[in-house]
């Protein structure tokens, strides 16, 4: 079955202290890894798409790398409008009609 | 450009009763999917719809049903409402043949 697992469930960061979330997932054929922002109350919105293992992509203080096996989304001097939630998700090859998404994790970066 | 757009925003409802959730989708999008978040969880899939059908199904019960208009906008309703349907539903909608989604704001539906 897949399944994807996010790690950790929270973060807290100082500000301009760089960390970085794992997603890890088990998925037979991946279409897609996806990565989401949501902030409290909020729809999730888009971040990244990864689709083969070594690809990367960043978008200002954010990074996401791909293996066979787990995702990172690299968080480099982190300011307090990077808290949100940061949610993972997978798109299968055989089901391109379903995302499957992690938990999340619950980031603070603290001023 | 609207993105997806979700109404109502906050409901609630008593146990029991039935709701209508509606959707909107992105300009350019023909394909809607629902999805349910309970606090502190991941979204989970409870339907796609594409062409007036619905095209997948996630594991939830018959008393989860949609509908999608020539438009391309969407229902999701629910009947004999649970304590346990509280949650945000959130709208998804893609155009055939991308990846990814982009996502409404979501209903907060709350059943006392």
């Known amino acids: 079955e897949d399944q994807v697992t996010q790690s950790p469930e929270a973060l807290r960061l100082q500000e301009g202290e760089s960390s970085s979330l794992n997603c890890s997932y088990t998925?037979?054929?991946?279409?897609?890894l996806f990565w989401y922002r949501q902030d409290p109350g909020k729809g999730p919105e888009f971040l990244f798409t990864l689709y083969s293992a070594g690809e990367e992509k960043e978008k200002e203080r954010l990074k996401a790398t791909l293996t066979k096996k787990e995702s990172f989304l690299h968080i480099t001097a982190p300011k307090p409008e990077d808290s949100a939630t940061y949610l993972c998700a997978v798109q299968p090859e055989y089901n391109n009609n379903d995302m499957r998404f992690g938990a999340g994790t619950r980031l603070t970066v603290k001023p | 450009d609207a993105g997806v757009t979700q109404s109502p925003t906050h409901l609630i409802k008593t146990r029991g009763q039935q709701v209508t959730l509606r959707c909107s989708p992105k300009?350019?999008?023909?394909?809607v999917s629902w999805y349910q978040q309970a606090l502190g969880q991941g979204p989970q899939f409870i339907f796609q719809y594409y062409e007036e059908e619905e095209r997948q199904r996630g594991n939830f019960p018959d008393r989860f049903s949609g509908h999608q208009f020539p438009n391309y906008s969407s229902e999701l309703n629910v009947n004999a409402l649970l304590l346990g349907d509280s949650a945000l539903y959130l709208c998804?909608?893609?155009?055939?043949?991308?990846?990814?989604?982009?996502f409404g704001s979501g209903t907060r539906l709350t059943v006392v």
């Open positions: 300009s350019g999008h023909d394909t």
């Open positions: 998925v037979s054929g991946l279409r897609g």
């Open positions: 998804a909608s893609s155009s055939t043949g991308t990846y990814g989604y982009t």
